[in-house]
């Protein structure tokens, strides 16, 4: 993610414009996975549905030199909101000139084509939302567009123009303004600061501290949040408002596309409804928005067309957001691709009287409420939820990381509430954030190895570097860790082979239970087969595995037992076996599914 | 899959060489600067240098003056791996000698001196870490206010005036010599090599890197963090503790203001011997050589006669030189080991 701009094209790889939904699969040698795509979990996307499946919008070549509505500042309406329930009297979407178009894009990322041929495009004064699952490719194309990643291959236009923005200033400039999940705001500055940070009006060097509160007066009353003082720390407002000012920022640029990604993640219901009324004062003055949400029932409502992407690729561009059924919405998102092969299992769980893991009743105020699950030897349990549905900081706290409100975490008969608690049970952790909570990026693979353990090796407070080195270095081969030095720093390793050291730092300690947060984050394809092998044969050795991950194909295929987690809450648990894809990113993302639909 | 393993294998001796020349060459710099030091010493003062018991004297001499800095680096060194930083240093030894030194505590002979200086440093010490992992104070704030604080107290106790230290035994520490070697050199190389042993060896040196270099990574292995952090700052007290047995030895007396600047000393020393100010790496003979270092500066220009804000100067270049040498070749290195 880091790695940003000017990367050579990859060698050409050319990009038809239809690509076959799977064209290459053979692709690298991951050990251990020969039998061929079996698993196959997706019923939905072999049977394609019937509406129109042209991937590539359609090339009418667009003549209109593309003058956005009015580049005046159309006229302010005070106070009322100008009437947000029917949006516009003038032509329908199709007929507003095309502000952006993006044909066959394409960013390749050492290990991972992130994007794989992705087709766009947006209408002046529409709301255009972008759908697809964790790892699609969306936070790529967002980066692309502001700038931040450069495309590989592939071409942008924006009002007609070849668009190749290689800073996030440049982007910004050129009229195109992204609003991150997390807010890039500085909270100690004021909102007018805010809002023209990094270009602000100035006479002589000196700020002109009122012309610029009086410009963002008037940004915040269009935005229809005159309330709003100019001169307020951004610190003491909401997120709602934070997203105000984030707004703000981008019409102090001038920006005819706003790239809002996820943004009512932050938002309570009623602030939800405010966003969308911004949503629509900006489309009607002629600003396109791209719309990047879970949350279906939101695109219904405020969205005009949908691209789905998946795998880097659109899957279907165009589609109305209100006529389209959402089954056909989910089949788009949804069904097994190259990344996904999992081993065949070969053991199941082991029958107990007693679970190795139970969690009765956990609670953490705002982060999670009465949470119960249990986990037995040689069982695989997957957590299925979105990123903020409270799955992390539920691992964390079943650690012992974080301290329960309420509820008891019971291993093997014993409470559990430190780590070093949950550590001398037999519980280990592979964190979300690898290289921040798990590495020591400039020590060697075995001390990391030995983290946890080292103590154990030593006499009287003297390490045994000889017998931790012997140890880390069996645990490594059982890994197949490459390069298979165990001297070398963690920092030269990839990812995947960074977490191999994670996860063999538990397997030294003789771990019972292993709690694995998003185990493939980062991980190039083949690793992560490597990986699935890895948890596989770990269950089928007794040890229970308790796993959370974002992509829903990797908790079906890799559990015996699925919990899916919604805003702090377990709504729903099953066999793996009966459960699929569709039907759990529903469940994930509020039950849009069992409500009625339009057929 | 063979040619992989046999790739691997010459990679492997690869990089174990690269990481072994690292080190050499961080303590090899260190080496050189105090090669140039002493060559400059001989072409300054070439008749003092051609008399060999003259040489002898001043070596001792040398590293006579290093003692007691140096002991204060090494607990320095362990506070910096692990992810702190110890400005109260200078004060806990003020206060640990003042109080060794009152009449009260004389009337206890040595043993009692010795046994208050090491406590009173090592409780100081660990105020401080409980201070920093228990009240969530940030070590430059917490240690600031400790510097302050203890040297306050320290006047307080003295009551302004230098003590005067009677004790025969204490005060023939500075003198003694053990084969030829002074007595606080003796007790510098102990410091040291038990240092390098705790550092290396064993795990509370494991627990500090660890701690240091990712708080979080190993909170999560089941590290007791907070608990080890105490330790540090009671190691670092203990230190001081000695070091103020140390210089009332050689003062045969004790005040609030000795050791003064000592933290900024020893953080330097630390520093140009590669010891990382963010934590999580460093070197106790890295440490040893930057002491010497300025103690060799602080000779020469003691030889030469010249005046202390010359030397102030040429430290200061000394810092910035080691740091930019050191940044250099740690990124030079981390991408030939990357390659």
Known sequence: MTTANARPPTPAQPTSATPPPDAALPLDAAPALDQAPALDAAP??????????????????????????????PPIHDGHPADPVNPD????????????????????????????????????????????????????LIKVLAGVHLADEGSISWLGEPFAPTSPQAAMRAGIATIYQELDLVDELSVAENAFL????????????????????????????????????????????????????ALSHDARLIVMDEPSAVLAHDEVANLFRIIRELTAQGIAVIYISHRLEEIREIGDRVTVLKDGRTTAANLPARGTPTRDLVSRMTGRTIEYVFPQRTAGRQEHDQPLLEVADLTREGEFADVSLNVHKGE???????????????????????????????????????????????????????????????????RNMTLASFAGFAHVGFTNTAGEKAAAGAVADQLELRPRDVARPVRTLSGGNQQKVVVGRWLLGGTRLLLLDEPTRGVDVGARAE????????????????????????????????????????????????????????????????????? | MTTETAADKTTATETKALRQTEGLLRNLGLVGVLVVLVIIGIVTRPELY????????????????????????????????????????????????????????????????????????????????????????????????????????????????????????INGIATTKILGIPLLVVI?????????????????????????????????????????????????????????????????????????????????????????????????????????????????????????????????????????????????LTQLLKR
């Not at chain 1, 996307?45 to 580049?71: E, F, N, S």
């Not at chain 1, 979105?386 to 974080?402: D, K, M, P, Q, W």
């Open chain 1, 44 to 73: 939905a996307l072999d049977q394609t549905p019937a509406l129109d499946a042209a991937p590539a919008p359609d090339p009418t070549p667009p003549p209109d030199p593309i003058p956005p509505p009015d580049p005046a500042p």
């Open chain 2, 50 to 169: 051609g008399d060999a018991t003259w040489v002898r004297t001043n070596v001792f001499t040398i590293l006579q003056q290093a003692s007691a800095i140096g002991v204060v680096t090494v607990g320095m060194t362990f506070v910096i791996i692990g992810g702190g930083i110890d400005l109260s240093v200078g004060a806990i030894i003020a206060i640990a000698g003042v109080w060794s030194t009152t009449v009260a505590t004389q009337s206890y002979g040595a043993a009692g001196m010795i046994f208050t200086a090491l406590v009173v440093g090592i409780v100081v010490g660990l105020i401080n870490g409980i201070l920093i992992s228990y009240g969530r104070l940030v070590p430059f704030i917490a240690t600031l206010a400790m510097m302050v604080a203890a040297r306050g107290l320290a006047a307080q106790i003295s009551g302004k005036q230098t003590q005067v230290s009677g004790n025969a035994t």
């Open chain 2, 188 to 332: 510098l190389a102990v410091v040291v090599a038990a240092g390098w042993v705790l550092l290396n060896r064993t795990t509370f040196g494991r627990r500090t890197v660890a701690v240091g270099g990712n708080p979080e990574a190993a909170r999560l292995a089941g590290i007791n963090v907070r608990r080890h952090t105490v330790l540090l700052y009671a190691l670092s007290g203990l230190c001081c503790g000695l070091a103020a047995i140390m210089l009332t030895s050689q003062a045969t007396s004790a005040q609030a203001a000795m050791a003064n600047l000592y933290e900024l000393d020893a953080i330097a020393a630390a520093i140009i011997g590669g010891t990382l100010l963010s934590g999580g790496r460093g070197t106790i003979v890295g440490a040893l050589f930057g002491v010497l270092v300025f103690s060799t500066i602080t000779n020469l220009f003691a030889i030469n006669n010249l005046s202390t804000e010359v030397q102030n100067m040429v430290k200061g270049a000394i810092i910035v030189a080691a740091v930019l040498v050191q940044q250099f070749r740690y990124r030079s």
């Open chain 1, 198 to 249: 990094g270009h602000e009006p100035h006479l002589l060097g000196f700020n002109r501290r009122r012309l610029m509160a009086y410009e963002t007066k008037k940004i915040l009353t269009r935005l229809g949040h005159p309330e709003i003082a100019a001169r307020r720390l951004v610190r003491t407002l909401p997120a709602a408002g934070k997203q105000v000012v984030s707004m703000a920022r």
């Open chain 1, 531 to 599: 990986l699935y092998q890895v948890i596989h044969d770990l269950a089928a050795g007794g040890v229970g595995v308790l796993l959370v991950s974002s992509e829903v194909p990797e908790v079906l295929g890799l559990s015996d037992r699925v919990l899916v987690m919604r805003e702090g809450r377990m709504v729903h648990e099953a066999p793996a076996a009966e459960l699929d894809e569709a039907t759990v990113l529903d469940l994930v993302m509020a039950g849009s599914l069992l409500e009625g639909e339009p057929a």
């Open chain 1, 89 to 140: 009297p003038d032509p329908g979407p199709e007929n507003r000139p095309v502000v952006l178009q993006l044909t066959d894009v394409v960013k390749t990322f050492p290990g991972v084509r992130a994007l794989d041929g992705v087709q766009l495009e947006v209408r002046a004064g529409e709301v255009h939302c972008l759908l697809g699952q964790n790892g699609a490719g969306k936070s790529t």
């Open chain 1, 380 to 446: 695989i349990v997957g957590i299925a939820g979105l990123v903020g549905s409270g799955r992390s900081e539920l691992l964390e706290t079943i650690f012992g990381a974080r301290r329960a409100d309420s509820g008891t975490v019971t291993v093997r008969g014993r409470r559990v509430t430190s780590v070093g608690a949950a550590v001398k049970a037999g519980i280990g952790m592979a964190p979300e954030e690898r290289k921040s909570q798990a590495l020591l990026l400039d020590e060697p693979v075995y």
